[in-house]
C-alpha cells in the first residue's frame, strides 16, 4: 500500500508514518511522498529510537531486582497466615479471602455469589466487549498476569471464561481429566475475588509457566494429567511436554528451566533459596530439550544439577541447554559461564560458546565450539551450504520442515576442528517464497490438466487438492505456483461458495477434546455434524486442522485429520487485536526480520497471516497482509512474488504487468530483485499491478551464522582465533573485552556474490585471571580511615580502641598491636 | 513474589533509559530507577483503581520522581541555549548525527533546550518507544496534543542538533 501524503494536519501525518515504522514498515518506505522537512523529522526520529543506552551496572540491576523482590516478599508476608496446606486448596483461598472482610456467611452462600458476581460480570463483559473497546490496561497477557500477582489485592482476582473450569482432582495435583477439555484462553475475562496461590512461594516449589501446546505433569502416585499456567511443583514431580509443545519452570531464586518439546524432566531435589543457603536444584532429564538460565547464587555449596542416563552436569550461575535425543546420549550446549560435565568419573568444563557430547559407559566428548545461525539453503546433500557457510550432516543430524534448496533456515552445529562444521540441528523458518499466486474467482472450465477460473487458465496435475464440491460456476481460492513462462500451476483449489466465514488451517497438538469443542495448540476449535474427523484421534495427537473463522469469532472446523509427518505450517485470517507482539483473532505468534509485512496495517483491520511453527509450538509468521473486504476487487485479484525481469516495461517472472500512476512502488527495486505484485486482471486480459514491493535485493545476502571460537592472539584493531587469517576490526562492532582466552561469538554474513563480512564480535567468556593473594590489610571499621588496635597502656590492662589511621604508627611504637585484642 | 521481579525485568532497562534522558547522570538514574520500582511495589495495590496502561502508570511514577530530583536540586530542568549551542559546536556534523547513530549525550542535551512538555513527549516516544496513545496517558493529555508536541517538539530537537 503506497503510503500518501493526504490532507491531514503535518503532525497527523507524521504520527501514521511513525506508526507504520513502529509497525516495521522500512524507512525508505516510510519516508515516501512527504515533505522534505517531514522527511527530515522521519529520519530524525528514527534515529533517535536507535540511540545506544549507557552500559549499565549489572550488580546494581541485580540490587535493584532482589530489592524489588524483598519489598514484594515483606508485602506479601502478613497475609501467608495460614498453612501450606490451606493454601493449596481453592476452598482455603476463599475462606482466606472472605474471613478478614468478616463476612460470615456460609461457604456455599459465598459460592453463590461469587458464581452470581462471576456470571453478572462475564455478561455485563461480553456485553461491554460487543459495545465499546476495551481498555488496554496491562501491555500484555504476561503482564498482566505478573501485575495481578504481584498486587496484593490484584492477586485476589482469577479469570473465568465462558466455558467451565475443571476443577483440579486433587488437594494441589491441578491436574486436569485427560477427557475433558482444560481451561482454554478466556475469550473474554472477568475478574472474581478468589485467592490463587500458584506462584514459586518458596525454596521447595517451582511453578510452570507459559504453557504452550499439551504439558502434564506426574505426581509419585503415578497419574500424569494437563496443567494449567502457574501450576506448582515440588520435588517428585515430573513434568513432560509433547510434541509442538513447551513450558517454562520457574524457581524461587530466579532460576529457571524451559522445557522444549517432546521433553521429560523429574525434580529430584528442590531446595531454590536465593540467600539464607545453599541453593540445591537436581532434576533428572529423560528425554528431550532444556535451557537452563541459572540464578548466581554465592552460599557454599549451593549446587544445579541436570541429571540425564548418560552423564551429568553442575552449574552455578550461568545459562545451558541439554539435550537428549536418545536414552544413552546427552549433549550439553553452555551459552554462559561454565558447566562441569561428567560421566564416567570423567569431568570436562564446558565454558560459554561450547558443546560436549556424551555417551553412555563413555566419558563426555572434548568441548567444542558451536555454530548457529540462520540464512538460505544453497546445496543439500552430505554437505549441507547454509548462509554461505558448508556443514557436514551426520546420522544423527535432526531435520524439522523438511527444508530445501532456496529455503531460509536455522542452522546448529560444531567446529569440528581444521574449520569443519557439523550440522546438528537444521529447521525450515520460511519456503522460499518466489513465483507464488492466489487467485480468487468463479469456475469456468475444469478439465484433467487445465481449468479456467476468472478468466485465468490453471494447470493442475494429481499434486492438486481440491476442498469441497467444486463445481463449474463455484466461487473458489486458488493457490499455486508460476512456472517458467508465466504458466499457473494450482496446489490447492479451495471452495468458497457458502462459505460461512474465512478460512484457517494448521497443524497443532490435540490437547483437549468434547463434543462440540477441541483445544489444539492452545486454540478453541469448534466441531459440528458436519466436521470430518479421522478415527482414533487422542490428546497428543498431531493434526491438521481446517476450516472457517466464523463471524463470532469462533473458529469451525471442517476436517481434523491425523499426520503423521506434520506439514508444521499454519493459515488463518482476524482481526489485528496486537502488534509488536502480534496478535491476530487471538493467537499470537511472532515475526522475523523476514516476515513480510503488508504496509499501512493497524490494530482493527483484518488480515490474513501465514507462517510456520516451530518445534516448541511457537507460530512464526512468514506473511501478513490486509484482506480485501471488497469482494468484487477480490475476485480479480492475483498476488505472487516473482523475480524482476524487466522494469521498463515491467516484467516479473515472465508476466507483463501494466503500470500507471496508480501503482504503488515500494522499495529500489531493480532488475534479479524478488518482488510481490499484487495485480487486477481487467476484463481485457491486462495485468494492471496494484502494489509492487521489494521481498529480497538480488544481493541481500544469505544470510549470517554466529562462530564461536577462542582468542588466540590480539592487539591493536586486530584479533586471531585458529584456523582463520588474522580479522581486521576495522568496521567491526566489538562487545566486551578481547583479550588472549576470551571465548567470541563472530556473527558472519555472507552476501550474495560470497564475500564474507564479520559485522560484529561478542565476547561471552573471559578466564578469570590469576591473582595474587591480596597484602593483609589492617582491620578497618566502616570508616576506612580508622584502624582498630590493641591498645596495652604501659604493657597492662590491653583493651581494643579504634583511632585515626594517622595514629597508627604511634601507637604501634609504644607497644600497640594491629587489630582486636584476643 | 516472582511477579515484582518479573515486572521489574520487563521495565527496568527503559524506564532507566527514560530516567537517564532526563536527569543526565547514570548513577542519579540508577538511583531514580531503583525509586520507581520501590514505589512501584508500594503502591501496586492502588494501581488497580486506575484505568491507565501498567507501562503509563510507572513512567507517571518516574516522571514525577524527576520532578522532584530536580526540585530537590533546586535546578531547572532547561539549560541555556548556549549550552545546546555547545552541543552542535563539539564536532558533530549534522549529517554525522543522522547518517550514523545519535549519541543519547548529545540528544540528552538537546532535550533539555525544548519546553518540558515537548522534552517529555520525545523522550518516551522515542528513547522509549512508547505508543501516542500511552504518552498522552502518561503525561495525561489528549491525544492530539501529543501529537503537536510530538511535531514541534522534533522540530526544536533537530534546530538544536543543528540539522536544520
Not at chain 1, 462475564?122 to 501485575?147: H, K, T, Y
Not at chain 1, 541447554?321 to 569431568?347: E, K, S, Y
Not at chain 1, 485465468?456 to 487438492?465: F, H, K, R
Request: charged share 25%; hydrophobic share 40%.
Amino acid at each position: 500500500m503506497m503510503p500518501k501524503q493526504d490532507q491531514n494536519l503535518p503532525e497527523d501525518t507524521l504520527q501514521q508514518r511513525l506508526e507504520q515504522l513502529e509497525a516495521g514498515v522500512p524507512l525508505d518506505v516510510c519516508l515516501k511522498d512527504l515533505s522534505q522537512q517531514d522527511r527530515e523529522l522521519l529520519k530524525m526520529a528514527a534515529t533517535l529510537r536507535e540511540a545506544p543506552s549507557p552500559a549499565r551496572d549489572p550488580s546494581i540491576v541485580s540490587a535493584q531486582r532482589a530489592q524489588v523482590v524483598r519489598l514484594m516478599g515483606q508485602q506479601h508476608r502478613p497475609k501467608s497466615q495460614t498453612s501450606r496446606a490451606e493454601e493449596e486448596t481453592g476452598l482455603a483461598s476463599l475462606w482466606n479471602w472472605l474471613r478478614p472482610r468478616r463476612a460470615y456467611v456460609g461457604v456455599a452462600g459465598a459460592v453463590m455469589v461469587l458464581f452470581t458476581c462471576a456470571l453478572v460480570a462475564f455478561l455485563a463483559l461480553w456485553l461491554l466487549r460487543g459495545m465499546s473497546p476495551e481498555v488496554e490496561v496491562a501491555d500484555s497477557p504476561a503482564e498482566e498476569q505478573a501485575i495481578a500477582e504481584a498486587s496484593p489485592v490484584a492477586s485476589e482476582k482469577e479469570r473465568v471464561t465462558q466455558f467451565p473450569s475443571p476443577e483440579p482432582t486433587g488437594d494441589e495435583s491441578g491436574i486436569e481429566s485427560p477427557l475433558q477439555v482444560p481451561t482454554p484462553e478466556p475469550a473474554y475475562t472477568a475478574y472474581m475475588p478468589v485467592v490463587s496461590g500458584q506462584g514459586a512461594r518458596d525454596p521447595e516449589h517451582a511453578t510452570l509457566q507459559e504453557i504452550r501446546g499439551l504439558v502434564q505433569v506426574q505426581r509419585n502416585d503415578g497419574a500424569w494429567g494437563p496443567v494449567r499456567e502457574k501450576k506448582t511443583v515440588a520435588a517428585g514431580w515430573g513434568v513432560r511436554t509433547g510434541a509442538l509443545s513447551s513450558a517454562v519452570l520457574t524457581f524461587y531464586d530466579g532460576s529457571v528451566a524451559r522445557l522444549g518439546p517432546n521433553s521429560e524432566v523429574w525434580l529430584d531435589e528442590l531446595d531454590a533459596r536465593q540467600a539464607d543457603g545453599p541453593r540445591l536444584v537436581a532434576l533428572t532429564q529423560r528425554m528431550g530439550e532444556t535451557e537452563h538460565d541459572v540464578a548466581a547464587s554465592t552460599a557454599a555449596g549451593s549446587s544445579y544439577q541436570v541429571r540425564t542416563a548418560s552423564s551429568l552436569g553442575e552449574a552455578k550461575g550461568t545459562r545451558f541447554r541439554v539435550q537428549v535425543p536418545q536414552d544413552d546420549l546427552a549433549r550439553f550446549n553452555v551459552d554462559r559461564g561454565v558447566v562441569a560435565v561428567t560421566g564416567q568419573d570423567v569431568t570436562v568444563d564446558v565454558v560459554a560458546g561450547q558443546s560436549t557430547t556424551v555417551v553412555a559407559g563413555e566419558p563426555p566428548d572434548a568441548p567444542t565450539f558451536r555454530i548457529t545461525g540462520e540464512g538460505e539453503v544453497t546445496q543439500t546433500g552430505a554437505t549441507w551450504i547454509i548462509a554461505g557457510q558448508p556443514f557436514e550432516t551426520h546420522a544423527g543430524t535432526h531435520f524439522v520442515g523438511d527444508p530445501q534448496i532456496g529455503d531460509w533456515v536455522l542452522v546448529e552445529g560444531r567446529l569440528m576442528g581444521e574449520d569443519v562444521r557439523v550440522a546438528d540441528r537444521i529447521v525450515l523458518l520460511r519456503d522460499a517464497s518466489a513465483n507464488r499466486f492466489t487467485i480468487t474467482g468463479s469456475v469456468e472450465t475444469m478439465g484433467r490438466a487445465e481449468w479456467a477460473v476468472a478468466g485465468q487458465t490453471i494447470m493442475v496435475d494429481e499434486n492438486t487438492s481440491t476442498e469441497g464440491d467444486v463445481q463449474i460456476d463455484s466461487l473458489v481460492r486458488v493457490e499455486g505456483v508460476i512456472l517458467k513462462d508465466g504458466v499457473l500451476l494450482a496446489e490447492r483449489i479451495r471452495l468458497l461458495d457458502d462459505a460461512p466465514g474465512l478460512p484457517f488451517g494448521f497443524t497443532g497438538i490435540v490437547q483437549g477434546i468434547a463434543d462440540e469443542t477441541w483445544i489444539i495448540s492452545g486454540i478453541i476449535i469448534n466441531v459440528d455434524d458436519a466436521t470430518t474427523v479421522d478415527a482414533g484421534i487422542a490428546i497428543g495427537d498431531i493434526v491438521n486442522v481446517r476450516g472457517w473463522i466464523l463471524q463470532d469469532g469462533r473458529w469451525l472446523a471442517r476436517t481434523i485429520r491425523h499426520v503423521s509427518d506434520p506439514e508444521r505450517s499454519f493459515a488463518f485470517t482476524g482481526e489485528v487485536e496486537n502488534i509488536a507482539p502480534w496478535v491476530v483473532g487471538g493467537v499470537p505468534f511472532q515475526i522475523r526480520d523476514w516476515t513480510e509485512i503488508e504496509p499501512g496495517i493497524q490494530i482493527g483491520d483484518l488480515v490474513s497471516v501465514e507462517g510456520r511453527i516451530l518445534e516448541d509450538g511457537t507460530w512464526v509468521a512468514s506473511e501478513i497482509v490486509l484482506v480485501d473486504e471488497d469482494e468484487d476487487e477480490d475476485l480479480l485479484r492475483v498476488v505472487f512474488v516473482g523475480e524482476v525481469d524487466d522494469i521498463d516495461p515491467w516484467t516479473v517472472s515472465g508476466i507483463s504487468l501494466t503500470v500507471n500512476e496508480a501503482t504503488a512502488i515500494q522499495g529500489d527495486i531493480a532488475v534479479g530483485d524478488r518482488v510481490k505484485v499484487t495485480v487486477t486482471i481487467l476484463p481485457d486480459g491486462t495485468w494492471l499491478a496494484t502494489r509492487i514491493e521489494l521481498v529480497d535485493k538480488k544481493d541481500g545476502g544469505l544470510g549470517c551464522v554466529t562462530i564461536t571460537a577462542v582468542v588466540v592472539g590480539t592487539g591493536s584493531g586486530w584479533v586471531e582465533v585458529p584456523n582463520r587469517p588474522r580479522i581486521n576490526l576495522e568496521g567491526v562492532t566489538v562487545e566486551g573485552d578481547l583479550q588472549v582466552g576470551s571465548v567470541i561469538v563472530m556473527v558472519v554474513c555472507v552476501d550474495e556474490d560470497g564475500s564474507i563480512t564479520i559485522e560484529r564480535i561478542i565476547v561471552i567468556y573471559n578466564p578469570e585471571p590469576i591473582k595474587p593473594p591480596p597484602p593483609p590489610s589492617p582491620p578497618e571499621t566502616d570508616q576506612d580511615h580508622k584502624v582498630t588496635v590493641c591498645h596495652k597502656p604501659n604493657g597492662k590492662n590491653p583493651h581494643s580502641i579504634t583511632i585515626a589511621r594517622s595514629a597508627l604508627e604511634a601507637h604501634l611504637n609504644h607497644g600497640d598491636t594491629l587489630g582486636p585484642c584476643k | 513474589v516472582d511477579a515484582a521481579g518479573e515486572l521489574y525485568d520487563r521495565h527496568n532497562e527503559r524506564i532507566f533509559r527514560y530516567v537517564w534522558a532526563r536527569v543526565r547522570e547514570e548513577q542519579t538514574a540508577e538511583d531514580l530507577t531503583g525509586e520507581v520500582f520501590t514505589r512501584m511495589v508500594g503502591n501496586l495495590a492502588g494501581y488497580r483503581t486506575t484505568s491507565v496502561p501498567f507501562q503509563a502508570w510507572l513512567y507517571r511514577i518516574a516522571h514525577n520522581l524527576i520532578v522532584d530530583h530536580y526540585r530537590k536540586q533546586g535546578n531547572r530542568m532547561l539549560v541555556p541555549l548556549a549550552q545546546a549551542e555547545q552541543v552542535r559546536e563539539e564536532g558533530n556534523s549534522p549529517a554525522s548525527i543522522v547518517e550514523q547513530r545519535v549519541a543519547l549525550g548529545q540528544v540528552q542535551e538537546a532535550l533539555e533546550a525544548l519546553e518540558p512538555s515537548q522534552g517529555e513527549v520525545i523522550a518516551l516516544r522515542f528513547l522509549v518507544g512508547m505508543p501516542l496513545r500511552e504518552v498522552a496517558l502518561t503525561l495525561d493529555k489528549s491525544i492530539a496534543a501529543v501529537k503537536g508536541l510530538q511535531y514541534r517538539g522534533l522540530i526544536t530537537l533537530r534546530e538544536q542538533l543543528g540539522l536544520e
